[in-house]
């Protein structure tokens, strides 16, 4: 399973920033996909998850603020997901290492997912 993120960089205040994630080679049906931050000394926080059926789950500090969907495309037989997430209304603590994530079973807002990208850093400032 690969993870590839890509969106980040740098916004002001007030601004608005649209993260991607590619996720290819997932053999499964069912699935729960989401974003995790990462500032340095501390650990991953959940941000906002996906399950296959739709649903979205939310950390109470980005609730209304951001939105995260997933699209799944089918090429040569084998499924290709997208996850987004469109952040809104940024905070300079909105400033992190942006991560995806994915595991067959929910996980909730844990960061004990299985499947990882390598992150893409957003700075607001």
């Known amino acids: 399973v690969q993870l590839v993120e890509s969106g980040g960089g740098s916004v002001p205040a007030g601004g608005s920033v649209r993260l991607s994630c590619a996720a290819s080679g997932y053999m499964y049906d069912t699935y729960c996909m989401g974003w995790f931050r990462q500032v340095p000394g501390k650990e991953h926080e959940g941000v906002a998850t996906?399950?296959?059926?739709?649903?979205?789950?939310?950390?109470?500090?980005?609730r209304g603020r951001f939105t995260c969907s997933s699209k799944k495309t089918i090429s040569n037989s084998k499924a290709n997901y997208t996850l987004t997430l469109q952040m809104n209304s940024l905070k300079p603590e909105d400033t992190a290492m942006y991560y995806c994530a994915a595991d067959v079973f929910d996980r909730g807002l844990s960061a004990e997912y299985m499947y990882w990208g390598q992150g893409t850093q957003v700075t607001v400032s």
């Open positions: 996906i399950d296959s059926g739709g649903s979205t789950k939310y950390a109470g500090s980005v």
